[in-house]
């Protein structure tokens, strides 16, 4: 059997492209992604961030779907203390009834934002320790079984929209195991703690009514290219776009710039979101990505193909579904 492939979908945008072109490509991708095998394609929620368009991803999800016939679809993640549970059980209720058992909804503590824009989303610091409440509300409202009397999900109420838990500590991992929820872990930039919160989360693993065994996802990032020479420039290409997103604030580095933040303090920061990138041919990143698999003891990889430009970014996920053996859709 191939290893499941999934993607992760930031609707990254270059300096200068319109939000219109960033969607777009996401809808290409997509369906590239179907007709490649893969098996889902999520959509992270951040904001303020100039650099990505994956800010509302229900309404990015209902738009990609129209254009699709069969890939799921779903948040990875929504950032739930933004939101009031009521609200997402009825947004993911109304995907679900809209293209059923195509909808995934996958749930994160952080703000996915910063200190300004939380405020803006009228969201505190205390609001992620109620994330553990916030998950059972929304629960309560898919089974019809609302913590709060009287208060029911239209649409949302009865519909079977699997939850998973992001995280990127081993906190994810013990709440996912508590709730018997499928766990991924974004090791795609977040890299530190992978082995540690996936032992923590198959050990401690309950069974619940969605999920009888523990199931983990685990990120990476991917930049496959028909030669390992091309894949590496592409790959600095990423390195340097990632540190204008990080430090530019609003300012577009120059390369030989870019390669001068790379090696100092925080460009070894931002260089250390990439531990766990597959980078060359395809004979290359099928034998990287399987030996990642087995690291982290992954069911399934999300893969966040790291290139700038979308051409290349589709021809990576053809290579990478290629590299692995995934069958091709007719």
Do not use: C
């Amino acid at each position: 059997m191939s290893l499941p492939l999934s993607i992760l979908d930031l609707a990254p945008l270059r300096p200068g492209q319109s939000v219109g072109d960033s969607l777009a490509a996401s809808v290409t991708l997509a369906q590239r992604a179907e007709q490649y095998g893969y098996r889902r394609v999520w959509y992270a929620e951040h904001h303020n961030n100039a650099a990505i368009a994956s800010s509302a991803p229900a309404v990015l999800i209902a738009h990609v779907a129209a254009f699709t016939r069969t890939i799921r679809l779903g948040a990875g993640g929504v950032m739930l203390p933004n939101h009031a549970p009521l609200t997402i059980a009825e947004q993911f209720g109304t995907l679900e009834a809209l293209y059923p058992g195509r909808i995934d909804l996958g749930l994160g503590r952080a703000p996915g934002t910063d200190q300004a824009a939380m405020r803006a989303l009228r969201r505190y610091e205390a609001s992620a320790d109620r994330f553990p409440e916030d998950i059972l509300e929304l629960q309560g409202y898919f089974a019809g079984e609302p913590v709060m009397p009287g208060v029911e999900a239209t649409p949302g109420k009865g519909m079977q929209v699997p939850l998973y838990i992001l995280g990127s500590s081993t906190y994810g991992a013990h709440l996912a195991a508590l709730l018997g929820l499928p766990y991924a872990f974004a090791s795609h930039f977040a890299p530190q703690a992978l082995e540690e919160a996936v032992a923590v989360y198959r050990r401690e693993f309950r069974p619940s009514a969605q999920l009888a065994e523990p199931y983990v996802i685990a990120g990476v990032n991917v930049i496959a290219a028909a030669t390992t020479e091309e894949a590496q420039e592409q790959f600095l290409v990423a390195q340097r776009h990632r540190v204008n997103a990080r430090l530019g604030r609003g300012r577009v580095f120059t390369d030989a710039e870019a390669d001068s933040l790379l090696r100092s303090p925080a460009g070894e920061h931002i260089l250390e979101t990439f531990t766990y990138s597959a980078v060359g041919n395809p004979a290359e990143v099928g034998e990287y990505v399987h030996r990642f698999a087995k690291q982290a003891q992954a069911d399934e990889l999300i893969a966040a193909h790291q290139l700038v430009h979308i051409e290349a970014r589709l021809r990576s996920v053809e290579l990478l579904a290629e590299s692995v053996g995934q069958s091709r859709a007719a």
